[in-house]
């Protein structure tokens, strides 16, 4: 099971890593100093750097480990929660989802999108990077994935909210099981 990897592996996980290089153009889209749920904080890297550029956050992840380490390095709690058991309404400015949704169930993840979109103020930000591909299943560390390709990532976000705008980019880059990993993120804009 896949929470059950970054339990068991969160030291080794949250030693490992650094800030998104995307994370600061998704930061200038967002309203200065508003509030943002990140989805799926891991080590807190990215946690670190929205909080360090004056914005307010409420960082979530679904592994207690890596929530209380996470919670250590940001001086502020880390909720412990599931993709969906987020039940916020018009609460956020920007929700930010680095490599997380990606382990959200394919038959779920419409429900989940739903939700982000409940919980966002109208113009608020969200950034959501997937790994790409075609079929669900498990990488060599035994982690699900969605792996949705862009079309579909596109389909899935219009299909679950009404966004005033949407935009995908696609990357080759790499991932914690260092493997070259084609991603897709959706930027979209409430409405």
Not at 31 to 42: S, V
Not at 110 to 117: D, K, L, M, S
Not at 161 to 180: F, I, M, T, V
Request: negative net charge.
């Amino acid at each position: 099971m896949t929470l059950d990897f970054y339990d068991e592996n969160a030291a080794d996980y949250a030693a490992d890593g650094g800030t998104n290089p995307r994370l600061p153009g998704f930061l200038a889209r967002c309203r200065p100093g508003g509030r943002i749920l990140e989805l799926g904080t891991g080590g807190g890297f990215d946690a670190r750097a929205i909080l360090d550029a004056g914005f307010a956050l409420d960082a979530t992840d679904g592994s207690a480990e890596l929530a209380a380490i996470a919670s250590s390095r940001l001086g502020q709690t880390v909720k412990v929660m599931l993709f969906n058991e987020l039940d916020a309404v018009g609460r956020y400015d920007g929700v930010y989802a680095c490599a997380s949704l990606t382990h959200a169930a394919r038959d779920d993840l419409g429900a989940v999108i739903a939700r982000i979109h409940r919980a966002m103020v109208p113009g608020g930000i969200v950034w959501a990077s997937f790994k790409t591909g075609t079929a669900e299943g498990k990488d060599g560390l035994g982690r699900y994935y969605n792996y949705l390709s862009a079309d579909e990532l596109d389909r899935l976000w219009r299909d679950n909210g009404p966004w005033a705008q949407l935009a995908l980019e696609s990357w080759q880059g790499g991932a914690y099981d260092r493997r070259l990993t084609e991603w897709t993120a959706v930027t979209a804009v409430a409405g």
